[in-house]
């Protein structure tokens, strides 16, 4: 195990195994099952509640495997245990739909995308954020006709309409039972199968079955309790492992007067587990419930040592804790192993930190999560840059924690919104821009001045509002000149005058706009930014095509040419997209053509979802341009369905919507009505794997 958490699954091991090597277990729940897709016949929310570790995860899990045959528009699973900030409820409700967050009122956006479709909406977790929770889903049932929400919570979200059904534990052994009605009980179902990953062989026989039955009693049937116990047959037999939970369980728990009895056993199981680790592992436990996004053991090594425990020790103590189920979901993720705790193991952990430790960590936690926002920085022209993106798409969960433990100390927000601001690029790509642009406005609202740090701030703020069409950009690109001329710091002159050079080409002055982004660039080739010089130039290519396309293309072959000597794939693609806009409003279709069929290539193995439409877009244009007019229908179909996914459309895109619409006429007046309606439908049919193989066909 050790050298797994270290060095990643050796060779030969099987996918299966490499992928998670601790997957929950689902056993039984046929009577809730049943019942819960019988309620979804009537009721258009339904709520699963009951105690933490009872399965309601799970359960609404596996009934969101079962039922997707019933929604045209399938099923989408919204996980919120990671989540601590109401604000960003709505992005990721977005996010699992695979809407874009580039709106600034994203629930009226969600109730468009959702107005029409037959889906189940799956809110995992809502109780951390239950009012929050209660509101959204009031507003989505009331905007839409077909939406239908399951979800799980401790208690019941309170909305108009809801049906509640409380999760029972699983039915557990009578005493009298025989051997056969024993080992057919779910629980005990439920303890022979965690326990055979433990112990393999292991059955439940005539020699044990009675202490098993015992044992199920005594943890109530709750799930989460049983596999914690079952670890314990590593060291030590099922008849002592019932006697150790009698007398453990005879000891009330540190509950307060009148807690169900399920809770109860739940929290002295807790308590049980967390007194048969050693106390390094006690420590590690409660330092890595901070990480909601789970770890790897660059991160454990990095954050969690100190105050008795030494970095040495780490990958030890976290093989232990593997080995007790403390920690599960090891899953591989590039060269390493990801380790994750349940939500009411990890809610424990934290209960349990010490408040000194407490504070130690959080300094070490910022300062590990400043350096790595630097380090997987997605605008560095770099090889590494979609290697970044799947990281911080892991990480994003931990540097929302960091966020926030930014922001609840004034003498820490300035690392907050240094932070944020360096993930503005990872924010608009991953098309988080509301989620971005929250974290920038509260670092802005308690970091006031006329530090580099606010400066900054003010910067990436402005970029995102450009993207979002927001008139706040203009007040954010007039603040950040302001403070950068008071500060005269070549950096953020140079960042001023880039964001000033946007604003102007923004508002149609390509000429004005241009002078001032060849400005920015001659002062960012001065420091020796070879990365800002990459972002200006694509700035200066997107958003100069259709005003002077001869310029856009000379900035576009600039970037890509950079990028090649560079190895920056990411923003090569970029550069691309912007050369052959340039060459469509040039007249060179062939050219175009071709580099929006390799662009497409990369984005969709990329599965950048705002780059896609944008490319089978264009394709539809050039197949119109050559006279495949229903070819050209369908690939707008296509493209139709994945800008309703990013919440965009081509006529908000200054350097699109000419084109979009010249495009669609052309084609309805060559096919007419009834047989562009009919090829349009065809390509909103496609799957976006199937519609980018489409578009990459040979025509």
């Not at 914690?228 to 540190?254: F, G, I, K």
């Not at 454990?300 to 189920?325: F, I, N, T, W």
């Not at 503005?424 to 971005?436: C, F, K, Y």
Request: glycine share 8%.
């Amino acid at each position: 195990m050790k050298d797994t958490l270290r060095n990643g699954p050796a060779a030969e091991q099987p996918v299966a195994d490499r992928q998670q090597t601790d997957a929950p277990v689902f056993i039984g729940r046929r009577h809730e099952i049943s019942l819960v897709r019988r309620i979804l016949t009537k009721t258009r929310l339904l709520t699963l509640t009951g105690a933490g570790g009872v399965g309601k995860t799970r359960l609404a899990r596996r009934v969101s495997e079962i039922v997707p045959q019933r929604y045209r528009d399938g099923v989408r699973l919204v996980e919120l245990a990671t989540i601590d900030d109401e604000d960003l409820l709505a992005p990721a409700v977005a996010a699992s739909l695979g809407i874009r967050d580039t709106t600034p009122d994203l629930v009226a956006l969600l109730i468009e995308h959702l107005a029409d479709k037959q889906l189940l909406l799956v809110l995992d977790n809502c109780e951390h954020l239950r009012g929050a929770c209660a509101r959204l889903v009031h507003r989505l049932l009331r905007g839409t006709s077909r939406l239908q929400i399951l979800a799980t919570s401790r208690q019941s979200l309170g909305v108009y309409g809801e049906q509640v059904l409380p999760v029972p534990s699983l039915p557990i052994p009578q005493p009298g039972d025989s051997t056969r009605d024993i080992a057919r009980s779910d629980a005990v179902r439920l303890f022979a199968k965690r326990a055979a990953t433990i112990r393999p062989g292991f059955l439940v026989d005539a020699a044990n079955a009675q202490a098993v039955a015992r044992l199920a009693r005594r943890l109530d049937g709750i799930p989460l309790a049983i596999e914690l116990a079952a670890v314990r047959l590593r060291t030590t037999s099922v008849e002592d492992l019932v006697n150790e939970l009698d007398e453990r369980l005879e000891v009330p728990a540190e509950v307060g007067p009148g807690t169900p009895a399920r809770h109860q056993t739940l929290r002295a199981t807790m308590e049980w587990s967390f007194g048969l680790c050693s106390s390094g592992e006690r420590r590690l436990w409660e330092r890595l419930s901070m990480f909601p996004g789970g770890v790897d053991m660059e991160t454990a090594e990095a954050v969690c040592p100190g105050q008795g425990l030494a970095r040495e020790d780490v990958l030890d103590l976290m093989a232990g804790l593997v080995d007790k189920s403390i920690l599960c979901g090891a899953e591989q993720h590039g060269t390493g192993i990801r380790c994750s705790m349940l939500e009411t193991v990890r809610a424990y952990g934290r209960e349990r930190l010490p408040a000194g430790d407490a504070e130690a960590l959080r300094r070490r936690y910022i300062d590990h999560y400043r350096r790595l926002a630097e380090r997987l920085r997605v605008d560095q022209v770099d090889p590494g840059q979609i290697d970044n993106l799947r990281t911080l798409k892991l990480e994003l969960p931990n540097v929302r924690v960091a966020l926030d433990l930014c922001f609840g100390r004034p003498d820490d927000a300035p690392a907050g919104l240094e932070i944020a601001s360096v993930l503005w690029a990872n924010w608009l790509v991953a098309g988080a821009l509301n989620e971005g642009r929250h974290w920038l406005r509260r670092g802005l609202t308690l970091v006031p001045g006329s530090g580099l740090a606010r400066v900054m701030g003010l910067w990436a703020d402005g970029v995102l509002a450009h993207y979002q069409g927001d008139p706040a950009a203009a007040a954010d690109t007039r603040e950040c000149s302001a403070l950068a001329r008071q500060l005269k710091d070549d950096a953020a002159l140079a960042f001023a005058v880039q964001l000033s050079g946007v604003s102007a080409l923004s508002e149609g002055d390509a000429e004005g706009g241009l002078a001032l982004l060849e400005e920015a660039l001659t002062r960012h080739w001065a420091r020796g930014d070879v990365h800002a010089v990459g972002v200006t130039l694509y700035m200066a290519a997107l958003f100069s095509a259709t005003m002077s396309p001869e310029r856009a293309a000379a900035y576009g072959e600039d970037l890509v040419r950079l990028c090649e000597e560079r190895n920056a794939s990411l923003f090569r693609a970029y550069g691309l997209f912007a050369v052959a806009m340039a060459c469509w409003e040039q007249g060179d279709c062939r050219r175009t053509e071709a580099s929006m069929r390799e662009v497409a290539a990369f984005w969709s193995a990329a599965d950048d979802r705002w780059g896609l439409p944008q490319c089978l877009e264009v394709l539809a244009w050039t197949a119109g341009a050559r006279g495949r007019h229903e070819r050209a229908a369908r690939l707008l179909g296509a493209a139709h369905l994945l800008w309703e996914a990013a919440a965009s459309s081509p006529l908000q895109l200054r350097f699109q919507a000419r084109s979009h619409l010249e495009c669609a006429e052309q084609a309805r007046r060559a096919l007419g009505a009834r047989a562009y309606t009919a090829a349009f439908r065809d390509g909103k049919r496609l799957r976006p794997s199937r519609a980018v193989a489409y578009a990459l066909e040979e025509s």
